[in-house]
């Protein structure tokens, strides 16, 4: 069975919204693809700062950085689940990224220019947002950023299921827009 990485960046757990929309579409992908979940809040990681980065730059990576690398390689499919806070994504999940996005693991170089090494073909980013901001308007930086940083790994398929002005709707509204959600994912699941 192939294989699917869940990063769940839904720091509010059981409160989360965008878990809620996630978990109904990661389980559906289970039926196709064997499952593993790095649950960011579990993780308790720590900013990359000088002492991480000068042991990198001698080529002394933790084995569980690499070991997270590592499954990010292999993955046939990653699922990305975050909420949008400070008009990106969580700084947790973002350390997540720096501590193991890593050079010669998910991405080379060569004299010019970087390229990806990772094996997935998708990724699928889901969200929601507090405020009514769209996918694709200037201010939403988090898918931006998490399309980038696919390229950067070499994956080229990029979907987003994303969700807005979740902290203005009625609660009525709110359980329309996750129901649309769940459904709009489990159709991309379909295909993904
Ligand atoms: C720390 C924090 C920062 C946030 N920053 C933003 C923001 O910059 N823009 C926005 O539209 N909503 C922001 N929000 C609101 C969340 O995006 C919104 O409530 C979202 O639905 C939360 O997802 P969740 O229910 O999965 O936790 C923020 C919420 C928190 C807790």
Known sequence: MKKLLYIDSCIRGELSRTKRIADPI??????RYEVETLTINDLNLAPVQF????????????DEALCWANKIKNADRIVIAAPFWDMSIPASLKTFF???????????SDDKTCFGLCKAENLLFITTRGM???SGY????????IKALAWLWGIKGFEVVARDNFDYLPQEEIEKEIESAIKEGLEIAETF
């Open 138 to 145: 200037p201010l939403e930086q988090a898918t931006p950023y």
């Open 132 to 134: 009514a901001i769209k």
């Open 51 to 62: 002492d991480e980065y000068s042991r990198r730059k001698d080529g002394i990576v933790s």
């Open 26 to 31: 990661v389980e559906k992908l289970s039926s």
């Open 98 to 108: 720096e501590l193991c996005s890593l050079f010669g693991v998910t991405f080379d």
